[in-house]
């Protein structure tokens, strides 16, 4: 380890991505499938450059109720595995302390950027936390409930019932500790309600530290999600036959793949599969397949235009496709705005990678492309919308792709 600090935390066994839930119901396209194995869709992080920030620090956290916090947030670093082994190691506490005492930094200090960058190398950490709590409340509010509490009650009886709140929010920020660039900004929180009226089931309100300690734990399962991989299994309907396809050398590689996808390597069988569409093949099993794909990189949309390509390609109508049309419309309208037709967030790799290459060809972005969304590939999409008079959202989507395309067939003719 890099620096003077030889102490770092790491292990836990509450999420490991080798013990995983079931995703969604999954859903299904022909009726003639060869198989419908279990597959481990592993994403990786919503922001992947703070997920390779794995030697790390975490700076004592400030606001109300930060000692319960920090010990959740450092448990749920510490606890996630990735393969069987810890994917953080967290700087333990009491190195932590001595060093700020040496920088003559209590544990209430305001900690600039700069500041914890400089601490970041001195810990030899490759990243260093900085959080601040801004909600940490527990608050009852009386009302009064017009339902009968018991049997013989009249039913325009007034209850004077309790209503009580758990409110949390936190700014968790990630510093680069070798660039003093900010990775990771996030914004994490929830709340928790609990209701009692004298006279029914409930016998009281549950304690608000109790509460407290459930929102804070919800927002920490949605922050590992921000910084970490991520996995769950989930039952896909593969195609393994060949059938549409026009060569020898096409078959042989949609056999290779459905293998992998049966075997659960999602990340061996979809580039194969994509590749086979590149080059124009097109059948039934290649695009229930894709949609497969797509679903697992949660590009809704292209999950149900794949449906579609294969519905086109029937004969006649087959209730199983016209399901898979069914759960990807319903699964779109559920996503919101995100999963619909039009701007959609990128998401495979190699959408990525092109946008990327994109704004480095017209100047917008230095360095090479890596398929990884940092905070540098959207500062310079944000510079790139401010240059072309476009909606400065700094969002990589689907329109801005298509803008970064066709500014570049304009600019060679």
Known sequence: ????????????????????????????????????????????????????????????????????????????????????????????????????????????????????????????????????????????????????????????????????????????????????????????????????????????????????????????????KDVAPTACKKHMNVLASPKGMTTEAAEERFRGAAEFMLAGRPDRACPSWRKLAADGEESISLFNNLSICAEIDEDLQAALDYCKRADGLLTRPDKNINACLDHMTKRIAEAGTEGTAGCRPLRAAVDVLEAQTRLIQQGFLEGSADGLIGVSTLAAVSEFQDANSLSADGKLTTCLLEELRQLATASSQ
Request: neutral net charge; contains cysteine.
């Open 1 to 224: 380890m890099k620096g003077g600090v030889s102490a770092l935390r790491s292990g836990g066994d509450e999420a490991d991505l080798d013990t995983v839930s079931a995703c969604d119901p999954g859903f299904s396209l022909a009726g003639i499938f060869d198989s419908s194995p279990e597959i481990t869709i592993r994403r990786p992080a919503k922001y992947p450059e703070a997920g390779t920030l794995q030697r790390i620090a975490v700076l004592p956290v400030k606001g109300a109720g930060s000692d319960q916090f920090a010990q959740e947030f450092e448990r749920t670093l510490t606890a996630i595995k990735v393969d069987g082994q810890p994917h953080y190691q967290v700087v333990a506490r009491a190195d932590l302390d001595r060093v700020l005492q040496e920088q003559k930094l209590g544990r209430q200090a305001i900690i600039q950027t700069s500041t914890a960058a400089k601490l970041g190398r001195i810990l030899g950490v490759d990243g260093i936390y900085l959080t601040q709590i801004t909600t940490h409340s527990v608050a009852d509010q009386p009302y009064q409930d017009s339902s009968c509490a018991t049997p013989d009650c009249a039913r325009s009886q007034k209850v004077q019932c309790t209503s009580r709140t758990a409110t949390f929010a936190s700014l968790p920020k990630l510093i680069d500790a070798q660039t003093g660039q900010v990775v990771y900004a996030g914004q994490i929180g929830g709340t928790k309600v609990e209701k009692y009226c004298p006279g029914g089931l409930s016998t009281g309100l549950p304690d608000g530290q109790v509460m407290m300690a459930e929102v804070i734990k919800e927002a920490m399962a949605s922050f590992r």
